[in-house]
Nanobody, 130 residues
Framework: VQLQASGGGLVHNGGSLKLSCTTS????????ISWFRQAPGKEREGVSC????????KYADSVKGRFTASRVNGQNVVHLEANGLKPEDTAVYFC????????????????????????WGQGTQVTVSS
């Protein structure tokens, strides 16, 4: 089982990035794939969730209207398009996979409960300069 996050980089305030989470070794359609991020000195927090079970999505309030998650089922990839980036979006971004979150749907209150995620990828750094 493998999740590979990529697409991070350095952008200016207001810029855009497209992150990708490429997965292998498991049945992609059974899982919810979420993005989490961790800024220096802060706890890791949920950013977006997209379920392979019912297609439901969820976003952190801080990114609603700016970030969009999408699944490419034939390629087992989840993208996170991040627009209107702000310096406070600077963090290491991780993708993770969960069967229980997929079953409950990403609209579940527990969609960002990290203990429900069985598989994690390494992070990709996003830096937004002011």
């Amino acid at each position: 089982v493998q999740l590979q996050a990529s697409g991070g980089g350095l952008v200016h305030n207001g810029g855009s990035l497209k992150l990708s989470c490429t997965t292998s070794g498991f049945n992609f359609n059974y899982y919810a794939i979420s993005w989490f991020r961790q800024a220096p000195g802060k706890e890791r927090e949920g950013v977006s969730c997209i379920s392979g079970h019912d297609g439901s999505t969820k976003y952190a309030d801080s990114v609603k209207g700016r970030f969009t998650a999408s699944r490419v089922n034939g390629q087992n990839v989840v993208h996170l398009e991040a627009n209107g980036l702000k310096p406070e979006d600077t963090a290491v971004y991780f993708c993770a996979a969960s069967i229980p979150v997929a079953a409950a749907g990403c609209t579940s209150p527990n969609a960002f409960l990290q203990v429900l995620y069985e598989e994690w990828g390494q992070g990709t750094q996003v830096t937004v300069s002011s």
